[in-house]
């Protein structure tokens, strides 16, 4: 069992059915970076177009009183916001086969919905980056191997909605020549080789989780929406590890201090 560190209030922690309930706060993702659990893009002083998550004054159904929150538009430099779940929080060494399954909750208006991107470590094998003819394992992108997304539409009703892995469409832009590929369920990604549109293909089961990113918009521009974060959900084997995103922490701060020092068990499961 892999112990993590996380610099958080944790709301509940039964090690017994191997699942955990953490608040993450917006002051958490100040610091966000490959090191710690969780960030967001704006760390990055390289950064163009990205806005970090704001407070929701709103939260999903069983998850505190709070969201995260953004605003984006593709003619401003608010073009996109994300809140990112490194590896670290999820466990030792996660692989995509590893996570079976996922959800959160999203409320919406405008023209777009948060998206979720699995990006995987690169690897250091012979030929380096992709070539589907040469090294069709290699690394497709600049810091990651693969980035699985899916681009769920938008309710654009303001009401709270969960969406789940078994409900989305996933592909990958870099395998499919920069466009979106041919979609594929979550079972059949963790079934094995999925095909993009224009032929190539891959098998994504033993990559390495680097980071998963929750994003509303793109730095490229798609469209104008607000839209509210929430209830995150990721399962691990045996292991439930629940997110629940706050805008605050609640006072008296002073008696949290302690329980922010907490530990959660997350374990690590490989097949």
Known sequence: MKVLALPVLI?????SA??????????????????????????????????????????APGFGSSSFSASVNTTTNNKYSN????????????????????????????????????????????????????????NLGSFYKSRIQAFPTSDNNSLWNQLSAGGLSFGETNLNGGSQSTPWSWEAVQAGTV???????????????LFID????????????????????????????????????????SSLMGLGLLSAGILGRRR
């Open 18 to 59: 191997q699942a955990a309930s953490v608040n993450v706060y917006l002051a958490d993702l100040a610091v966000g970076g490959p090191g710690t659990p969780f960030g967001t893009e704006a760390n990055d002083p390289t950064t163009t177009g990205h806005v970090g998550p704001s407070a929701g004054a709103s939260a």
């Open 11 to 15: 709301l509940a922690c039964a090690a």
């Open 195 to 209: 095909a993009a549109a224009n032929g190539n293909f891959r098998d994504f089961r033993t990559e390495e989780i």
């Open 83 to 138: 809140f990112r779940v490194n590896g670290s929080a999820l466990g030792s060494a996660i692989t995509v086969a590893d996570l079976d399954n996922f959800s959160y909750w999203t409320n919406t208006s405008g023209q777009l919905d948060w998206r979720i991107s699995i990006y995987t470590k690169r690897t250091a094998i012979p030929g380096g980056n992709y070539n589907a003819i040469t090294n069709p394992d290699g």
């Open 214 to 253: 929750f994003t509303l918009g793109a730095n490229s521009g798609g469209g104008i929406s607000q839209g509210d974060l929430d209830g995150i959900v990721f399962n691990i084997g045996s292991t439930t590890l629940s997110l629940n995103l706050e805008a605050v922490i609640p006072l008296p701060a």
